[in-house]
């Protein structure tokens, strides 16, 4: 069936957000009194299977006395969380954020091929919106089609299958679709809603879990659309200089 849209994560797919997530994570540990810091290596094994909050609660459990209750670490948990939550928001309105290597071309390549680029986050939609308006600026409507952004549960965490909200909202069958994810998790939710998805290797995973992807890329410039997507470097200067 013919390609008609590229569904993209923003999370180490379309964008660098590793190290604003680390130093807003970081900060939000120091505000909570604890000297231990999330090095580099061991925040990529977690973030790889653990969603946002998780991810709060796995370090805080292992950092906090064992004698402490339950209920005591899930409040924790949801302050540090905020705090990181908004540190991460700050990140995204000075800029801090940037795209991937080949993410604007292959943008602008899929609008020349007529195909619809949807992005998929588990952060606030805002934060996206404000990304790919400074990133693309007056040509951020004709670049991306659309955005889908998890909704938390009273957990905090995404509870909806952000592929089958693709899916709804565009009313595009799956088999029309390639789905470009960084997570394990990620693929996972792609394969489940019958999507076709490629993985680009990032930080945040490793060979491990990767066997439902069709391709496993370290970078989006590795990539090539034969027949469907022109590689990046047959876009014309003026077509980079959008």
Same mark, same amino acid.
């Given at each position: ?86 540190? +991460? !928001?700050?990140?995204?309105? =000075? $800029?801090?954020?940037? *795209?991937?290597?080949?993410?604007? &071309?292959?943008?602008? @390549? ?76 990620? +693929? !996972?939710?792609?394969?489940? =809603? $019958?999507?076709?998805? *490629?993985?680009?290797?990032?930080? &945040?995973?490793?060979? @491990? ?34």
């Amino acid at each position: 069936m013919p390609l008609q849209v590229l569904i993209v994560r923003v999370e180490e797919a379309f964008a660098d957000t590793a190290e604003a997530y680390r130093f807003a994570l970081n900060t939000a540990l120091e505000d909570a009194g604890f000297s231990w810091r999330c090095g580099r290596d061991f925040f990529q094994s977690l973030r790889a299977d653990c969603s946002d909050r998780s991810l709060v609660k796995t370090i805080v459990t292992r950092l906090v006395d064992a004698a402490r209750q339950p209920a005591d670490i899930d409040k924790l948990v949801g302050i540090m969380h905020r705090r990181k939550q908004t540190l +991460l !928001a700050e990140q995204f309105a =000075a $800029g801090k954020v940037q *795209l991937r290597p080949g993410m604007r &071309d292959l943008a602008i @390549a899929a609008q020349e091929e007529h195909l619809k680029l949807a992005l998929i986050s588990s952060m606030p939609k805002s934060w996206v919106e404000a990304l790919v308006a400074r990133c693309f600026g007056t040509a951020a409507p004709e670049s991306v089609a659309a955005i889908f952004a998890a909704e938390p549960s009273s957990s905090g965490d995404p509870e909806v299958s952000l592929y089958s909200k693709v899916l709804a909202g565009l009313g595009v069958a799956a088999a029309n679709c390639l789905a470009i994810d960084s997570r394990r998790s990620g +693929l !996972a939710d792609a394969v489940s =809603a $019958g999507v076709p998805a *490629l993985l680009v290797q990032s930080g &945040d995973n490793s060979d @491990a879990g990767c066997e439902p992807a069709l391709f496993v890329v370290g970078d989006i410039l590795e990539l090539i659309f034969d027949g469907v997507v022109k590689p990046a470097h047959h876009l014309t200067a003026d077509q980079r200089a959008r």
